[in-house]
């Protein structure tokens, strides 16, 4: 492949034309380099040189696929573009990005910035909906016995305490403008509440925004906010204020915060956090929305994560501190925290785990003096959230936080054998198939051209093979490519394999062969890629000096033939 960026083009193909691969030459190679792999292969090539009308067209092919190369290759802009974006950047991209004189770096911002531009008209041309359903289940009976007036034990089983469905839908109406509906029905202990809303949030520069709702239900409202961002070199702040107009009066809030860039990975942030400055703390009725002071000051690596806040507020005064890891390779996140306050101490622990592209899967446990035991589970799928907070205990029971942590992980590893992974290799198998027979009308094409490459490659192996014999240099004896069962080719599957020694003693060049590494051999003259989603390997057996040698390598590992520890130490007849 000759660019990450070619696996984010719509309909690339991954057995996609290498240049530097069908030249044999590195990806730095010269001018000098890349014209001399041209006149090489323009010897073999030339349809002047074939006469029998199936060769004649087949290398007329060949001989302008080659032309093609050399031109993109030789011309530094076009070389960039290729080099950034791909084959498939020169076909759909070229014309757009190709400015003369651009770096590769120019190239690729610019290609991210027509992407982009892409993806916002097509956000422009749908909705968006999102989704939140929350079920809080009472589980406290489990672990504590309940007894009736009357002294009878309760039955011992989970309650459903309350349900919460909200749904939302976001669309585009102009570049600046964005208009959200959303609706929320919720029950609590039988007493149940709804609301509908509406918003629009207009950009009024990249800096600042506003928005406006009006909600109609249990607690109509009419709402104005304005949002400003504020940006220095190393400081960088959001000033936002909203008045709300409700049947119990107006709601005057301020939100401003301004964070500053302390170091490479540390920075400090102060937030205030006041939903109505015009509540009167000291009557009693009144909205006492809580209100904060928030200092953090956070340090993040690639891989870890440290936040200590303090909250100074009404009605509650914290210190917290959290610490986050996250594990790329598994796609997992991992989070604790302690936090002391008015409200006593708390201590939540827990993960968050990717189990597909598109599906999340989380626990928390959540231990405080004034909640008891809460255990926190969530799954999340796109922009729709299922969320699952179950009481386990008013208090702090060690029976409740045990099983609140051994059971969840668990539970998971169970699922996880039984459903996750039969439905992901199952997936796997389908999307598999499905880019096969998508592929396959390219894989036949390229296994055509490779087979006539390979009949117009014989007349001149075999002038090479007689000139290395003369001087008892590298012969190929054996060479096969593809998914291969074992080194001693006792089981070769030629559905999966392809026999590519005409095509190695081609490339043999003073008694030497050279494959450069970091891409895959199948874009090499002769070869072709016959299991595009399996791993592949190219194994050879060759003389040199008389002596037989043999290697086996993984398909984008670099060789250089001969060497010294490929000889084979018994004998072995040769066939």
Known sequence: MAAPLEEDLEGFSSNSDDYYAFLNVSKDATTDEIN???????????????????????????????INIRDVLNDPPRRAIYDTLGVRGLETYGKEVVLRGKSAKEIREEYERLLKQKESIDLIRSLIPSGTMKMSIDATDVFEESYDTYGERLPRHPRLTAFQLSHAVEARVTDCT???????????????????????????????????????????????????????????????????????????????????????NLEGRMILDVPNILTDYSTPGHDHSSSSLKTELAWK????????????????????????????EEELKAKAAVQFGTMGPVLEYGVEKNITAHNLLGAYLHLGSKDGVLLKIK?????????????????????????????????????????????????????????????????????????????????????????????????????????????DLSEIDERKCIDVLVPLQLLVKESTLILPGGKTKANLPGFYDPCMTDDKHLYIRYKFRRQLHQVTIEDKDPIKLPQQKHLIRVSISET
């Not at 006149?39 to 007329?60: G, I, M, N, T, V």
């Not at 100074?312 to 986050?324: E, M, N, Q, R």
């Not at 996750?420 to 199952?426: A, E, Q, R, S, T």
Request: net charge positive.
């Open 178 to 264: 964005t208009a959200t509906v959303a609706g929320v029905l919720q029950t609590r202990n039988g007493t149940g509440a709804g609301m509908l809303q509406g918003s629009l949030r207009h950009i009024l520069t990249p800096q600042s925004w506003i928005v406006a709702s009006l909600g109609v239900g249990d607690t109509p409202h009419l709402k104005f906010a304005g949002f400003r961002t504020l940006g220095w070199k190393r400081l960088h702040s959001i000033m936002s204020g909203s008045i709300q107009c409700t049947s119990h009066g107006y709601h005057l809030g301020v939100n401003p915060s301004i964070s500053v860039q302390l170091d490479k």
């Open 36 to 66: 001399n792999a041209f006149r090489r292969l323009s010897r073999l090539f030339h349809p002047d040189k074939h006469y029998e009308p199936l060769y004649h067209e087949q290398a007329k092919k060949l001989f302008n696929k080659l």
């Open 379 to 487: 799954f999340s799928r796109g922009n729709q959230q299922f969320i699952f907070p179950v009481q386990l205990s008013d208090g702090i029971s060690p029976s409740a936080v045990f099983y609140g942590t051994v059971l969840p992980v668990g539970i998971y590893f169970v699922v996880k054998m039984l459903l996750i992974k039969p439905f992901l290799k199952d997936q796997k198998e389908k999307d598999l198939a499905m880019k096969r027979e998508k592929y396959a009308e390219e894989i036949a094409e390229k296994r055509r051209e490779a087979q006539v490459a390979v009949e117009l490659m014989r007349e001149q192996v075999e002038r090479i093979t007689q000139d290395e014999e003369a001087k008892a240099g590298i012969i190929i004896v054996k060479a096969w490519y593809g998914k291969l069962a074992a080194e």
């Open 301 to 328: 690596n690639g891989k870890h994560s440290v936040t200590g806040t303090m909250a100074l507020g009404i009605p509650d005064s914290y210190v917290k501190l959290a610490y986050v890891y996250f594990c790329q």
